[in-house]
């Protein structure tokens, strides 16, 4: 722009006394500075064009968002009096009476069951925590916790492991040797043929059976 102006004012000082040829320099030199100018202009027009277009779009897109998070709220705020709040809450609350009530049924049923001859092994596949007086704890067992061991239980008295309370007895031995030969326990006697592998398999098969219910 100072270039411009000074080399106009070059001219205009010389007036009618000014060279044809210098005048014609002079003037082709203000049109090139007439045009940087305006390619200048066009570039800073063009740069805030974008930039008024990118604010628009950042405008626009808040005030999207404002709107849905004002749309959020009220969704929350009716969540909050909706009357399926107050029946989940009901819900969860019966939950956890079920849950202490099942608690307080299965330690009595254990009770009952502690005494049994066996119930060293079951206890051991049941997991369950006693304390040094012999009380169950079950604080740890949710609702989950207390259904699968109600399971385990009800599913060792159906095969019948856990029917009255016989006395500890000493478990036998699957087989003794007596006289350089394999004996079972019990009548079942084993095969004359041991290479019969259908009959040896069916005659292990039974003893362990046996020994699992005793």
Do not use: C
């Not at 959020?72 to 399926?84: F, G, M, R, T, Y």
């Not at 060792?156 to 309370?165: I, K, N």
């Amino acid at each position: 722009m100072n270039d411009f102006q000074e080399t106009l004012n070059d001219l205009a000082s010389k007036g009618t006394d000014a060279d044809q040829a210098e005048v014609k320099v002079q003037l082709r030199k203000l049109g090139s500075l007439y045009d940087d100018m305006t390619a200048k202009v066009q570039v800073f027009g063009s740069e805030n064009k974008d930039k008024r277009i990118a604010n628009e779009t950042l405008a626009k897109e808040n005030r999207e968002l404002k709107a849905q998070n004002a749309t959020l709220e009220e969704q929350v705020k009716s969540a909050d009096n909706s009357p399926l709040k107050d029946e989940l809450a009901d819900l969860k609350k019966q939950q956890t009476t079920w849950v202490d009530s099942a608690k307080s049924a299965l330690i009595k049923k254990l009770e009952g069951m502690k005494e049994h001859s066996k119930w060293d092994k079951v206890k051991e596949l049941l997991s369950i925590n006693q304390d040094d007086d012999g009380k169950f704890d079950l604080s740890e067992l949710d609702h989950s916790g207390v259904t699968t061991l109600q399971s385990r239980i009800n599913e060792f008295e159906s095969l019948g492991l856990l029917d009255g309370a016989p006395e500890p007895e000493s478990k036998p031995d699957l087989f003794n040797e007596v006289k350089g030969r394999v004996q079972p326990n019990g009548v079942n006697n084993p095969p004359d043929d041991m290479s019969d592998k259908s009959k040896v398999s069916d005659f292990v098969s039974k003893e362990l059976q046996k020994n699992l219910t005793l």
